[in-house]
């Protein structure tokens, strides 16, 4: 998509209004809205905003900061459209009055992630499935836990109450580019998940981003809430978004596959593999940033609980599925849709490197159900735990080298700060449960 290209389809499209996106660090979507007379100043990268009031950006005394759009994130906004007149988008990278990139920027970040990897000889590709549940309003229109339905895992309709609602979301989503894989009504009742094809990792990061933008617009336009909250309802299963991803070579081959392997895997892919093992609880903090996260991620809801991985073993945090050739790919289980999808990635991916550069290897794979093992059978074979809480999480993530080499420490020392806040907050807050059981017995 070229500069000339974008001004074509303005004029085709009368294309009047249009957002400049970024998401701030921990992966909200922000926008600047223009109308079609500063476009051209849009497209030089000139518009301007105050970074001092987004999170984890700029302090007061140094906030303008400058938008510099993608060309290639340019789309048209289907739910948009108003009396012939449309809106599109451009996701944006952040940089300073001078010209330089933004140490505050997550998608800069994962650029400085996939440039240490190509310089490595790898290309990286993802494929993110993020789950949801789609919740009704009260006569208020405020947001409840009330599920749409009650069906479960693969339901039809009429069990499946949002399969209209569903189905907006995938003709949306084709409208604007993506190809859509399958759709299904997920495990827990109101929970669903949408599956679209895997990209390069910054296209799948825009793209997750994306969806989640889509997944919402549309379920308000049904008079549903949608959210990707990790647990919104104790007893039942949790919205992950286990993540795929593979490396190439630079000359378009899959650096994880290797035929004479008994598993199919390249001595990379094992590097990989224990990497992200090593590294796992220490990224535990980016991919599971909430005090929610870790109510997802107990035993018993299919949520990976353990450092362990395998090639069939749904119960460990890495998974090998069975696809082979380009298909070869690494599950990464742990994440859940609240995490910003750029320092996800980008920690991530840097995990696995760090195994690549060290040849590191991994250990024996497990195939038994980790969820029925004791605490002795576990440490037997070494299997640690992810993180019990986003305290433990946010201290191994604070001690972990790769942490600080991925996000910098602009970044790594913002997100610590709010995620602190968040704990705090959290912690000194007297619950419900707190009432119900103590209230009356004391």
């Not at 993020?130 to 339905?149: H, Y």
């Not at 990989?272 to 980016?286: D, E, L, P, S, T």
């Not at 970044?411 to 912690?427: A, C, F, N, P, V």
Request: aromatic share 10%; hydrophobic share 40%; charged share 25%.
């Amino acid at each position: 998509m070229t500069r000339d290209d974008i001004l074509k389809i303005v004029e085709e499209q009368k294309i009047n209004f249009f957002r400049m996106q970024f998401v701030d660090i921990n992966g909200f979507q922000k926008n600047v809205a223009i109308p079609r007379s500063q476009l051209e100043k849009a497209l030089d990268g000139s518009i301007m905003f105050d970074g001092s009031s987004i999170d984890g950006f700029a302090r007061i005394n140094e906030s303008d900061m400058f938008l510099k759009p993608d060309f290639d994130t340019f789309v048209v906004l289907p739910w948009r459209n108003k009396d012939g007149i449309a809106a599109a988008r451009l996701i944006c990278d952040v940089h300073l009055p001078d010209g330089s990139p933004y140490a505050g920027c997550p998608r800069l970040a994962l650029k400085r992630s996939l440039t240490v990897a190509k310089d490595m000889g790898f290309t990286m590709n993802i494929g993110t499935e993020a789950e949801f549940f789609l919740f009704e309003r009260d006569e208020n229109g405020c947001s409840t836990t009330i599920t749409n339905d009650t069906a479960g895992y693969f339901a039809l309709d009429p069990e499946d109450l949002g399969s209209d609602c569903r189905r907006e979301i995938i003709e949306t989503l084709e409208e604007m580019g993506f190809e859509v894989e399958a759709s299904h009504h997920e495990v827990a009742e109101g929970q669903h998940e949408v599956n679209f094809k895997y990209a390069d990792a910054l296209t799948a990061c825009d793209n997750t981003v994306t969806f989640k933008w889509v997944v919402k617009a549309v379920a308000s336009k049904y008079g549903f809430h949608a959210t990707f909250m990790p647990k919104p309802i104790f007893g039942i299963n949790g919205s992950g978004m286990h993540t795929n991803q593979s490396l190439f070579n630079t000359d378009g081959t899959n650096a994880f596959e290797d035929t004479s392997d008994a598993q199919g895997l390249s001595e990379v892919a094992y590097q990989y593999i224990a990497g992200i093992i090593k590294n796992a609880r220490g990224f535990a903090a980016v991919t599971n940033p909430l005090v929610n996260s870790y109510k997802r991620l107990v035993p018993g809801y299919e949520a990976p609980v353990y450092v362990a991985w395998s090639a069939s073993n749904r119960s460990a945090l890495v998974r090998i599925p069975a696809s082979r050739g380009l298909g070869t790919r690494v599950e990464v289980r742990c994440p859940d849709p609240t995490c910003n999808p750029y320092l996800a990635i980008a920690m991530m991916l840097n995990s696995g490197l760090d195994g690549i550069k060290n040849k590191m290897t991994p250990p024996n794979s497990v195939d038994a159900d980790i969820f029925s093992m004791s605490q002795e059978d576990k440490d037997a074979v070494g299997i640690a735990s992810l993180p019990g809480t986003l305290l433990e999480a946010l201290d191994a993530l604070e001690a972990n080298p790769v942490a600080k080499e991925t996000l910098g420490d602009h970044i790594l020392t913002k997100y610590l700060e709010g995620k602190h806040k968040e704990w705090d907050s959290y912690r000194t807050a007297v619950t419900n449960w707190e009432i119900e059981n103590y209230l009356d017995l004391y």
